[in-house]
């Protein structure tokens, strides 16, 4: 008498949610389209080997990018695909070139530089609003990665007429 293994009825029906979702999203959008509007330096890498496929690339990124704002967990993230964090992170890596919390900085960081233009709101509620838990890190941030405090990009952003007066 062969006894069933229990794994199946685990991942069955998270297998069939993630198949769901693939489908849905060449329904809804034409993923070409959708990769063509990623910025170049953010573009996941196409059929990694050992990354994500395009639907799950897709989807994590449309995730990140409604989410980056507010405290994200590896586990969160790796739910989204169906995936362990362990395994997620490995693939998230080969196909964006970044680890997970790299990729969540950077979206922080440019989000943060589109607020920095309006020169009514404060830099601590920028660093709030972008994800960071106060106005240090933030600074701390954009100067480890970006080589510019806020200050420095609001006065680059004024300078060049791009800054909104009150």
């Not at 063509?36 to 990124?61: C, D, F, M, T, Y």
């Not at 990018?65 to 890596?93: D, I």
């Not at 922080?108 to 106005?135: H, N, P, V, W």
Request: net charge positive; proline share 5%; charged share 25%.
């Amino acid at each position: 008498m062969a006894r069933e293994p229990k794994a199946p009825a685990k991942v069955g029906p998270r297998l069939r949610r993630a198949e769901h979702q693939e489908s849905k999203l060449r329904r809804d959008d034409d993923l070409q389209a959708w990769y063509s509007e990623i910025p170049p330096e953010r573009r996941p890498v196409l059929n990694a080997k050992g990354g994500l496929s395009l639907g799950h690339a897709r989807l994590v990124a449309q995730f990140l990018s409604e989410n980056f704002s507010r405290k994200l967990s590896l586990a969160e993230m790796a739910a989204v695909c169906g995936l362990s964090p362990y395994h997620f992170a490995r693939a998230f890596s080969k196909t964006f070139g970044v680890t997970p919390h790299q990729y969540v900085l950077a979206l922080r960081l440019d989000f943060a530089e589109k607020l920095l233009a309006d020169r009514r709101m404060s830099i601590t509620d920028i660093a709030y609003l972008s994800g960071f838990s106060s106005q240090s890190h933030l600074t701390t941030t954009m100067k480890k990665y970006r080589d510019v405090t806020p200050m420095q990009v609001r006065e680059r952003l004024v300078q060049s007429g791009a800054g909104r007066q009150g």
